[in-house]
């Protein structure tokens, strides 16, 4: 860490230090694209930086430390990228969730699998010669890419896809997306939030921390807001925020996780030591992020 860091990465270490002093665990949340991969134009080059993977397996490793990797990418995609045992994975913006050795999947997702692969295959067939556009099908949702399309090109994917929606879905699938990709996904209120505040449930003593750098990041830093802290990847003034803390690219989250790993876990206070700790602060105790009722998607076979 010896590298000149910006001073929102300093102003982030300095509250991340004073926070993990008052609990016993660590609830650790990162997105793939755009914080553990730099974003590339084809999403299927994108690849994990090598210091951010030795910097989770060491962590994983941790007994206090519990590492979610929460992506948009397919569950089985986001795997692969990342390679590592024993951390827990969500795919398709929480749809799947992969802990514990265990595959679980939305039950709503796993009804409307059907009308994103008939959608898929259509839109496929649209675009088959259209130059800079690209059909992601992610199994519960799908992604079309129109980043390197031409302005003329990406407006017409947004226009198909919208249309489409209304025939193939009707009420059942939604829209949305920004200036590089439209995304269909079932119509669920559930999202990277939803599966972080599931997540919570089961590590009440923890500081939750979610690290990401896209607009579908911010349910997850909205479900750490009132008890942990989420850090964004980017320019602190590009855009509102939900989160409080930044790191400016992928390549300060690798000197982040490693503050993490070097400094940060040592943190950690003993139970006794958390609790007069939340105790003393200037809002009294505090307790875990409230989190949706049980239902988290269903197990499935892998």
Same mark, same amino acid.
């Given at each position: 860490?010896?590298?000149?860091?910006?001073?929102?990465?300093?102003?982030?270490?300095?509250?991340?230090?004073a926070?993990?002093?008052?609990?016993?665990?660590?609830?650790?949340?990162?997105?793939?694209?755009? !914080?553990?991969?730099?974003?590339?134009?084809?999403?299927?080059?994108?690849t #994990?930086?090598?210091?951010?993977? !030795?910097?989770?397996?060491?962590? /994983?490793?941790?007994?206090?430390?519990?590492?979610?990797?929460?992506?948009?990418?397919?569950?089985?995609?986001?795997r692969?990228?990342?390679?590592l045992?024993? #951390?827990?994975?969500?795919?398709?913006?929480?749809l799947?969730?992969? !802990?514990?050795?265990?595959?679980?999947?939305?039950?709503v997702a796993?009804?409307?699998?059907?009308?994103?692969?008939?959608?898929?295959?259509e839109? &496929?067939?649209?675009?088959?010669?259209?130059?800079g556009?690209?059909?992601?099908?992610?199994? /519960?949702?799908?992604?079309?890419?129109?980043?390197?399309?031409?302005?003329?090109?990406?407006? *017409? @994917?947004? &226009?198909?896809?919208?249309?489409?929606?209304?025939?193939?879905?009707?009420?059942?699938? $939604?829209?949305?997306?920004?200036?590089? %990709?439209?995304?269909?996904?079932?119509? %669920?209120?559930?999202?990277?939030?939803? %599966?972080?505040?599931s997540?919570?449930?089961?590590?009440? +003593?923890?500081?939750?921390?979610?690290?990401?750098?896209? *607009?579908?990041?911010e349910?997850?830093?909205?479900?750490?807001? &009132?008890?942990?802290?989420?850090?964004?990847?980017?320019?602190?003034?590009?855009?509102p925020?939900?989160?409080?803390?930044?790191?400016?690219?992928?390549?300060?989250?690798?000197?982040?996780?490693?503050?993490f &790993? *070097? $400094?940060?876990?040592?943190?950690? @206070?003993?139970?006794?030591?958390?609790?007069?700790?939340?105790?003393?602060?200037?809002?009294?105790?505090?307790s875990?992020?409230?989190?949706? +009722?049980?239902?988290?998607?269903?197990?499935?076979?892998?």
């Amino acid at each position: 860490m010896s590298e000149a860091r910006s001073a929102a990465f300093t102003s982030t270490v300095e509250a991340l230090d004073a926070k993990l002093r008052e609990r016993e665990e660590l609830l650790l949340c990162v997105d793939f694209d755009g !914080t553990l991969s730099p974003v590339v134009d084809d999403p299927q080059t994108a690849t #994990i930086l090598p210091e951010n993977r !030795t910097a989770l397996e060491a962590l /994983q490793s941790h007994p206090d430390v519990t590492v979610a990797v929460v992506s948009g990418r397919e569950l089985s995609d986001v795997r692969s990228r990342v390679d590592l045992t024993g #951390i827990t994975y969500a795919g398709n913006h929480g749809l799947e969730l992969r !802990t514990e050795g265990t595959t679980k999947v939305h039950p709503v997702a796993k009804e409307r699998k059907s009308d994103i692969g008939r959608l898929s295959a259509e839109l &496929r067939e649209r675009f088959e010669t259209v130059r800079g556009v690209h059909v992601e099908d992610k199994g /519960q949702t799908l992604t079309v890419h129109h980043r390197r399309a031409a302005d003329a090109h990406a407006e *017409r @994917a947004r &226009r198909t896809v919208a249309r489409l929606v209304g025939e193939f879905g009707g009420e059942t699938l $939604t829209v949305s997306g920004d200036e590089e %990709i439209v995304e269909v996904r079932p119509a %669920i209120d559930w999202d990277k939030g939803s %599966i972080v505040s599931s997540l919570l449930r089961d590590h009440a +003593s923890c500081l939750p921390v979610f690290v990401g750098d896209a *607009r579908t990041d911010e349910a997850g830093f909205r479900a750490v807001e &009132r008890d942990g802290v989420g850090v964004r990847v980017g320019d602190p003034d590009d855009r509102p925020t939900a989160a409080t803390e930044f790191v400016s690219d992928p390549a300060e989250t690798a000197a982040l996780l490693e503050w993490f &790993r *070097r $400094t940060g876990v040592d943190r950690l @206070a003993a139970p006794l030591e958390a609790t007069q700790a939340r105790q003393a602060g200037p809002t009294g105790a505090s307790s875990p992020s409230p989190s949706p +009722s049980d239902d988290r998607p269903d197990a499935a076979d892998d």
